[in-house]
């Protein structure tokens, strides 16, 4: 189908000159992720720029590179990328943790535990999972058994489905601060 034709809100067209390859019609990382951050939602953004620095398709440096050629705050905001992020759910919860000074840290490690996806303070544990991850009844038992081991161990477990997390913000948002006001996360 001629991209002309095609009317999609998905879809954005982007023309541009032949890159070094002299392909006009396939960009590299890079050059993808700059034309992307001037036309995408600065929270889509961070979750790409995390999964091509995870992916190893791009580095840090690179990135803040981009970053610096970006106008005005558009660049402080979109040098928050991580590495640490392993899911889109999860760069953009961080995204939005950072929108409302929350700074959470990624990929902890607790004894007896294993890695969790989040951590707030020293006690707060906000874990986030699509649907695909939790279909499979083993891994949906797992989940129940390291959330009573963390419980055990003092912890506070938050845990938000995609859904949540790109559907119902408010809610999301409204538990965490929740829990931080009683102190879970100390």
Known sequence: ??????????????????????????????????????????????????????????????????????????????????????????????????????IPRLQVKIRGVGRVDMLIGTRLVIEVDGYAYHADPERFEADRRRDARLSALGYRVLRFSYKQVMHHWSEVRAAIIAAMDRGDHN
């Open 1 to 102: 189908m001629r991209l002309a034709t095609l009317r999609s809100p998905d879809v954005t067209v982007h023309w541009s000159d032949a890159d070094a390859s002299g392909s006009a019609f396939c960009l590299d990382v890079r050059d993808c992720l700059a034309e992307m951050a001037l036309c995408q939602s600065p929270e889509w953004v961070v979750a790409a720029v995390d999964s091509a620095l995870r992916l190893h398709k791009i580095t840090m440096r690179e990135w803040l590179e981009i970053v610096a050629e970006l106008p005005g705050g558009l660049g402080t905001l979109l040098a928050e990328a991580d590495i640490l992020s392993e899911s889109i759910t999860e760069s953009v919860t961080r995204f939005r943790l950072h929108r409302i000074g929350i």
